[in-house]
């Protein structure tokens, strides 16, 4: 593809050859003949200066003997060019005879079904959408248009997925919240879980994660969430529109997070806690109580990131501040027995 059809597409100027043909997208180090690259740290200017990428990507131009595309953000189109270069895999449409289709199941149009698919009762599947080989559907789900699943997802019944979602392999939805009641002989009684998921449009949900049923009405992932691996979410909880929750975050029961929340990895939130718009929680934050102002914090209990950056730093200090305080009182003794 010429490089003028790319920018086109993705927006921006050229400086340069206009018509030359790019066949791939790599960073600056790997970078060869007929690939374009990307800039965003000046400090890796000398490396592009000696790359032989026949394009690059900058934010503004620079002296170089190669094309540049002046885009104001330059990884951004740097991604939707990868999109356009190199594409996902995606399977031929078709329905394998070893998968499994029972009674009242609505297939749209190009549906792929492979080897091994499960779809139980009353399911729908919309147009476009691609089940990757043993990927289970209980009774009664409902499944979006040009949604993928990939190898050994569960959908648990009546979950509710939108379009252009992705759950990679080993992705469960709608399992039982964790909720039981202890009888009189200390015996853990099990609340069962009527509620069910929802997930919005253009959700995405990384590898072994679980998102589990409402135990009454809906647990929801709003439009845009991007879910990391091995990520817990709880039961009636809400994850506002286009919020970020890294590998290994857990969120217990009944929180609700506002739009463009950030949750680094390992971040842990306690039960019923209300989390505002765009708030970012550093890695390994504990949250116990609700946040709504803006911004970052970070810790266990969480607090805003200015004093708790300060008071990190104090951490590696207390013993011989203690010490220090120790002598002191002891001075000050000696001097008041005097």
């Known amino acids: 593809m010429k490089l003028q059809e790319i920018v086109a597409r993705v927006g921006g100027t050229i400086q340069g050859d206009a018509a030359q043909e790019i066949s791939g997208v790599n960073g600056i180090e790997f970078a060869q003949a007929g690939d374009i690259t990307y800039l965003t740290d000046k400090k890796l200017q000398t490396k592009l200066e000696t790359s032989k990428a026949s394009a690059v990507i900058v934010s503004a131009p620079l002296e170089l003997d ?92 009546d979950t509710v997925i939108g379009n252009r979602v992705i759950l990679h392999a080993g992705v469960v939805i709608g399992v039982d919240g964790f909720g039981y009641i202890p009888d009189e002989q200390g015996r853990h009684v099990k609340i069962n879980q009527v509620g069910r998921v929802v997930i919005e449009d253009d959700v995405e949900v990384g590898s072994n994660s679980c998102i589990d ?48 929340v950030i949750l680094a990895g390992q971040v842990g939130v306690a039960d019923h806690v209300t989390l505002g718009d765009q708030i970012i929680l550093a890695a390994q934050s504990g949250v116990h109580k609700s946040l709504d102002k803006p911004g970052m914090y970070g810790g266990s209990p969480a607090a805003p990131a200015i004093p708790w950056k300060k008071s990190v730093s104090v951490f590696s200090k207390l013993p011989e501040l203690s010490r220090k305080i120790r002598a002191l009182e002891k001075r000050l003794k000696a001097i008041e027995n005097q």
């Open 213 to 260: 049923r409402a135990a009454f009405g809906e647990t929801v992932v709003k439009t845009g969430v991007k879910i990391d691996n091995l990520v817990q979410v709880a039961h009636n909880c809400e994850i506002g529109e286009h919020s970020l929750l890294v590998a290994q975050v857990g969120v217990a029961g009944s929180c609700k997070l506002g739009h463009h």
């Open 66 to 157: 190669m094309a540049q595309v002046i885009h104001p953000n330059p990884p951004l189109a740097f991604a939707k060019i990868l999109a356009i270069i190199r594409p996902n895999l995606r399977l031929e449409p078709g329905i394998s005879p070893e998968a499994v289709v029972l009674e009242n199941v609505t297939l749209g149009k190009n549906v792929t079904l492979s080897p091994f698919v499960y779809l139980g009762k009353n399911v729908r599947v919309g147009d476009d959408t691609v089940l990757h080989p043993g990927t289970v559907v209980y009774d009664g789900c409902q499944i979006g248009n040009q949604v993928t699943l990939h190898a050994n997802v569960t959908l648990y019944h």
